[in-house]
């Protein structure tokens, strides 16, 4: 079992930064998939990104791509979510999520593990 801790999320203008971390515990985090979800107030939770287990390859939903970058350090056990550009529709809880499968995608139902959330608000 992993259990996942996000951090990093606050208040930011439009335009500007924020890098969100997520620590695994656990001495497995490099067997699984990561993915980054968001959920606005009154809309449902939506895929920001993956990323394969060792690194090698990232996939972004079309909203953030070329904004978001998707990195992990597994000696470190932690996954991060680089977000630059942020836009007052980015304003959301994101969250991190864990996945046993070979290939993890965009879906929900791909993820086993998540972690609390944190909230992330763009100023305009």
């Known amino acids: 079992q992993v259990q996942l801790v996000e951090s990093g999320g606050g208040v930011v203008q439009a335009g500007g930064s924020l890098r969100l971390s997520c620590a695994a515990s656990?001495?497995?985090?490099?067997?699984?998939?990561m993915g980054w979800f968001r959920q606005a107030p009154g809309k449902e939770r939506e895929f920001v990104g993956t990323i394969s287990r060792s690194g090698s390859s990232t996939w972004y939903a079309d909203s953030v791509k070329g904004r978001f970058t998707i990195s992990r350090d597994n000696a470190k056990n932690t996954v991060y979510l680089q977000m630059n550009s942020l836009k007052s529709e980015d304003t959301a809880v994101y969250y991190c999520?864990?996945?046993?499968?070979?290939?993890?995608?965009?879906?929900?139902?791909?993820?086993?593990?998540w972690g609390q959330g944190t909230q992330v608000t763009v100023s305009s």
């Open positions: 999520a864990a996945s046993r499968k070979y290939i993890s995608g965009s879906y929900s139902n791909d993820y086993d593990y």
């Open positions: 656990g001495r497995t985090f490099s067997s699984y998939n």
